[in-house]
C-alpha cells in the first residue's frame, strides 16, 4: 500500500463516511492496517420530572400570588412545588437523577410565593380589620344620632 499525504489549506473527501474536510497542517498517512474508532457515549442519568413540575409550580405560584383571588391557592401550588422540589434535590443528590437546578430553582420559587403570599394574607387582615373599626365607629355615631332622634321624639 502507498502512502496518502494530504496538503493542508485543501478540501478533501473522508474516504469512510464522505464528509468534506479542510485540512489544517500537511499529513502523510502510512496504511497499515485499517483503523476503527469507537466512541462510547457516556450514559446519561435521567432528568427528573418532579424538578421541572417544581419549577413549573413555582412559577405560577409567584405569578398567581399577585393576584388576589389567586393568593390562597397560589399558597397550596407553592406548597406542592416546595414538597416536589425537595424530593427531587435530594434524588439527584443521592445520584439516582441528573441535576439539581430545576429542583432548587422550584423550591426557591416556591418559598418566594409562600413568604408574598402570607404579606399579602396580613396586608388583607390588616385593612378588614381597619375596615371592621370604621364600621363599627360609624355604627356607633349612627346609633348615638338615633338616640337623639328618637329620645328628642319622645
Known amino acids: 500500500m502507498s502512502s496518502l499525504v494530504y496538503t493542508a489549506g485543501q478540501d478533501e473527501t473522508c474516504p469512510d463516511c464522505g464528509n468534506i474536510a479542510t485540512v489544517p497542517v500537511q499529513v502523510t498517512v502510512e496504511p497499515t492496517q485499517p483503523l476503527t474508532i469507537?466512541?462510547?457515549?457516556?450514559?446519561r442519568k435521567p432528568v427528573s420530572r418532579l424538578g421541572t413540575v417544581s419549577f413549573v409550580l413555582g412559577?405560577?405560584?409567584v405569578l398567581g400570588c399577585l393576584i388576589a383571588p389567586l393568593n390562597i391557592y397560589s399558597i397550596s401550588m407553592a406548597a406542592l412545588g416546595f414538597i416536589f422540589g425537595a424530593i427531587s434535590f435530594f434524588v439527584a443528590l443521592i445520584g439516582r437523577?441528573?441535576?439539581?437546578?430545576?429542583p432548587a430553582a422550584g423550591v426557591l420559587f416556591?418559598?418566594?410565593?409562600?413568604a408574598i403570599s402570607i404579606c399579602f394574607l396580613l396586608l388583607y387582615l390588616y385593612f378588614l380589620m381597619y375596615a371592621?373599626?370604621?364600621?363599627l365607629e360609624c355604627m356607633a355615631?349612627?346609633?348615638e344620632a338615633m338616640s337623639v332622634l328618637l329620645g328628642g321624639a319622645s
Open 141 to 143: 355615631v349612627f346609633l
Open 110 to 114: 416556591s418559598i418566594v410565593a409562600i
Open 132 to 135: 371592621c373599626v370604621a364600621m
Open 38 to 43: 469507537q466512541k462510547q457515549l457516556p450514559q
Open 97 to 102: 437523577k441528573a441535576g439539581t437546578g430545576m
Open 59 to 61: 412559577i405560577f405560584a
